[in-house]
Structure formats: structure tokens, C-alpha cells
């Protein structure tokens, strides 16, 4: 089935690690967003890229970084350096259809704490 | 730069009862596309609605129906006889069109929280 994969779904690690977040798609869609969930913060953009090899940063982008290497692959790595890194992380994908650029597919998101 | 405002932060209602979600929007270009999102207590995101800029004819879909008013910026979606199901946090979003047709940047509003009681 097409979609979108995050992984893992629950993930801890320590303070002052780096941490990487998978984002796999299967729907051929150009764009590729992060988003990190806050309670009362809504979603928040980290990092989106429109074609592959090209990204853009969000708003909250310090301490986040990403690559885009292949169309299917959009991975996050959260650094030492993001202050506040417990959050719930989601990532989505877009393309096109006739009615022009398409709604957000999410995936399930992946819960990071850090301890 | 983009904008969505959602004022409301928490509703509570009782079933039956018919309920509006207001968001209120900020853009300078002007062909943008709006949504509605869904976000039960499981944590997936569900989509509901996209909405282009040049069409401002309301639509319905069961019980969901969606106001847009380019005068006011405002794309409003009301409930009519809520259910508990409809429990869930509520997100609008905003995203500009390009020339090109590249997807850009997709902005979130902070949502809304509704709660129906029994």
C-alpha cells in the first residue's frame, strides 16, 4: 500500500546524543515536510524540501538538521545542540493531482524522549 | 509570510449540539490552498478538506460543512449534531501556490481541542 513510514514509532536516547528520525514514502511525491508536536504548540515546521537535494528550513530549524538524497527519503537527525529535543515528530509528504498540489500525507510520527 | 490563527483553543460541547471551528488566515500571494485536519486521541493526522483559493463555493459532506470568505480571510468548519467520535483536536493549514507548482511551505494553526459529552 502507499503511504508514508516513520520510524520507530517510540524512540529514547540520552541527553547530548544525536538522534536520527527515518521518513520513507512510497507515493512519488516531490515534497517532504517535518513537523514537531508540542502540547498547545500545534505543528510546527522543522525542515521541508520541495525536490530532491534541496530543503528549505522551517521555522523552529535550530538544532534539526536533514538530507534528501532520494525522492523516497527525507530523514531528521535531532542534535545535541536542540535544547528541548522530547517532542512527538511527524512527517508528511506532498504532490500533485488535478486539482493541483495536494493535502499533507502524514505518517503514524515517531515519540522522542530524551532522558 | 503565512499565518493561521486558531483563536479557539479548547470547545466543549454536548451531543447534538452543532459546533464552528473559526481559522483565520494570512498570506500575500494570492492562489493559496487551505485545509482542515483531524487529530484523534490516537495521534494520526486525518484529512478532511483542501480548499484552492479561487474556489469559494462551500462545500458539505455529511455532517461537516466549511465556510470560506476571502473577504474576512477566514475559513471556518462547523459540526452539525456533534457525536463523542468527533472528539479530537482540530487543525487548519495554509499553503501558498507557486508559479512552478512546487509544493511550499505548509503552515499549521496551534488547533482546537473539542470535547463532546454524552
Known amino acids: 500500500d502507499g503511504g508514508i513510514t516513520q520510524s520507530p514509532k517510540y524512540l529514547f536516547r540520552k541527553e547530548g546524543q544525536n538522534v536520527t528520525l527515518s521518513c520513507e514514502q512510497n507515493l512519488n511525491h516531490d515534497a517532504m515536510y517535518w513537523y514537531r508536536q508540542d502540547p498547545g504548540q500545534g505543528l510546527r515546521l522543522i525542515y521541508y524540501s520541495q525536490i530532491v537535494n534541496d530543503f528549505q528550513k522551517g521555522d523552529i530549524a535550530e538544532g534539526y538538521s536533514v538530507s534528501r538524497e532520494k525522492k523516497e527519503s527525507f530523514p531528521l537527525t535531532v542534535t545535541s545542540a536542540q535544547k528541548n529535543p522530547t517532542a512527538f515528530y511527524l512527517c508528511?509528504?506532498?504532490?500533485?493531482?488535478?486539482?493541483?498540489?495536494?493535502?499533507?500525507?502524514f505518517g503514524q510520527g515517531t515519540r522522542l524522549t530524551v532522558v | 509570510a503565512q499565518k493561521v490563527t486558531q483563536a479557539q483553543t479548547e470547545i466543549s460541547v454536548v451531543e447534538k449540539e452543532d459546533v464552528t471551528l473559526d481559522c483565520v488566515y494570512e498570506t500575500r500571494d494570492t492562489t493559496y490552498y487551505l485545509f482542515w485536519y483531524k487529530q484523534p486521541p490516537s495521534g494520526e493526522l486525518v484529512f478532511l478538506i483542501r480548499r484552492n483559493s479561487f474556489d469559494e463555493q462551500n462545500e458539505i459532506s455529511g455532517r461537516y460543512s466549511w465556510n470560506f470568505q476571502k473577504s474576512t480571510s477566514s475559513f471556518n468548519f462547523t459540526i452539525t449534531a456533534s457525536q463523542v467520535v468527533d472528539s479530537a483536536v482540530y487543525f487548519c493549514a495554509l499553503s501558498e501556490a507557486r508559479v512552478s507548482g512546487a509544493n511550499s511551505k505548509l503552515t499549521f494553526g496551534k488547533g482546537i481541542t473539542l470535547s463532546v459529552r454524552p
Open positions: 508528511a509528504s506532498r504532490g500533485r493531482d488535478r486539482g493541483g498540489n495536494t493535502e499533507a500525507f
